[in-house]
């Protein structure tokens, strides 16, 4: 089997320099060994001979068209921006439903081509695009639970026999501390309960995690879910582990489990959605006012319709590990509306709920009324810095204690 061009190619410019270097007989030996290796007639080996060693002069390719223009790029970054600030691999298969919803609302006006050319954009585009806008988005911060010890004899530890995680209303729960690095007096903290299945997420900011808030909290979003929660699996927080939320349980008949004590990853699907639910919204500073807390849940309630009818979700469905090698597969990305609608053991009558509902959400909309009560939950938190400290009170006086006073100023005179 002979070379390759390339081959070729690579053999000629390894022995240039030598034949050029070389006398007449050398010269005609190095012209054999290259014939016989290549192929070539002696006269074609000899002109490779003296073109390989011959500086090329390289133009720089131009530059291939844009194949999107800037009318539908500035589209992409809208929706990117209604969408909380998406992957690639997250918005690129939802842009097909997104966009019509946004051009029924007026929100993006763009020509039925230039539609069709924003739907076909491909993942690593989107991400390539939006490279430098994503650069500008970073959030540092800290987390502070602490494990409790109440009932654990009578609160299972879950395991993945326990649970039937492909049914809806198998739900994780956390609490996210709102206290701005600063954990000691009272402060907020948002209860973010999320199914597994579907990746359906209520938030609920309580006053301090007090048994009888969150409780109230888990009762209020239990109310919402668009399917029943049949099991609910915690951290070991004393926040979860009591009679409260146990008594609670039972008297719905969900089955209550926590996790390994010290073990996060057991609360997995929750713990993300504290980060891309909880702190890119209202970030980590300290939220302690009645004004503070409701804002908040006035936050979450809007939240919810973008998180649950529009943000898509990815589900791992392959983990494989080679040593230290891990290889993971994910599904394609869909919002949780979409897979509450596609299982089948959700009620027709959910379901009609969440079809009525999805049409009447400008998702643009929403996502503005959010940046309005985050600046204005910003406001409040930046004022409370900013006001001067108030000076100290005067100690009260009493009679007797004004009298000995008097006393005292009498003997000394």
């Not at 090329?56 to 600030?85: D, T």
């Not at 540092?140 to 649970?163: E, F, M, N, V």
């Not at 029943?228 to 004393?238: A, E, K, R």
Request: hydrophobic share 35%; aromatic share 6%.
């Amino acid at each position: 089997m002979g070379l390759s061009p390339r081959q070729r190619q690579a053999v000629t410019k390894t022995i240039a320099t030598r034949y050029k270097r070389s006398d007449k007989t050398g010269k005609g030996r190095i012209l054999d060994e290259l014939c016989a290796t290549t192929g070539w007639h002696r006269n074609h080996a000899r002109k490779a001979l003296a073109t390989a060693l011959r500086p090329k002069i390289v133009k720089p390719r131009e530059p291939r068209k844009p194949l999107y223009s800037s009318e539908i790029i500035a589209a992409l970054r809208f929706c990117w921006a209604v969408l909380g600030a998406a992957s690639g691999k997250r918005l690129g298969p939802t842009l097909s439903e997104l966009v019509p919803v946004l051009r029924h609302f007026n929100e993006l006006d763009i020509t039925d081509g230039q539609a069709a050319m924003l739907i076909r954009i491909s993942p690593a585009t989107i991400d390539r695009r939006l490279a430098a806008d994503r650069a500008k988005m970073a959030l540092r911060g800290r987390s502070h639970t602490k494990p409790g010890s109440l009932l654990k004899s009578q609160i299972p530890i879950r395991t993945w026999a326990d649970w039937d995680d492909a049914r809806p209303g198998f739900v994780e729960i956390d609490l996210v501390g709102h206290e701005g690095g600063n954990a000691t007096g009272e402060h907020a903290y948002t209860l973010t309960v999320t199914d597994i299945a579907t990746g359906w997420t209520e938030n609920r900011s309580v006053r301090n995690k007090a048994r009888k808030w969150v409780v109230a909290a888990m009762d209020d979003i239990a109310r919402i879910m668009p399917f029943p929660i049949i099991g609910v699996d915690s951290d070991n927080g004393s926040e979860f582990i009591n009679h409260h939320l146990l008594a609670w349980c039972e008297a719905r008949e969900i089955t209550f489990t926590r996790g390994r004590p010290n073990v996060s990853n057991d609360g997995a699907h929750v713990e993300q959605k504290n980060w891309a639910v909880v702190r890119t919204i209202v970030g980590y500073h300290r939220y302690d006012t009645p004004a503070e807390l409701l804002l908040l849940n006035e936050i979450w309630a809007l939240q919810s319709l973008l998180t649950n009818y529009f943000y898509p979700q990815q589900k791992l469905i392959l983990k494989v590990r080679d040593g230290a090698k891990v290889t993971k597969k994910y599904d394609t990305a869909t919002t949780p509306y979409a897979r509450t609608k596609t299982d089948d053991t959700v009620g027709a009558e959910d379901k009609a709920i969440l079809d009525d509902t999805y049409p009447t959400i400008n998702p643009a909309a929403v996502q503005r009324q959010i940046q309005a009560l985050t600046d204005k939950l910003l406001k409040i938190t930046t004022s409370k810095r900013a006001a001067p400290p108030k000076p100290p009170a005067e100690p009260r006086t009493t009679r007797a204690s004004r009298n000995e006073s008097t006393n005292q100023i009498t003997r000394a005179s």
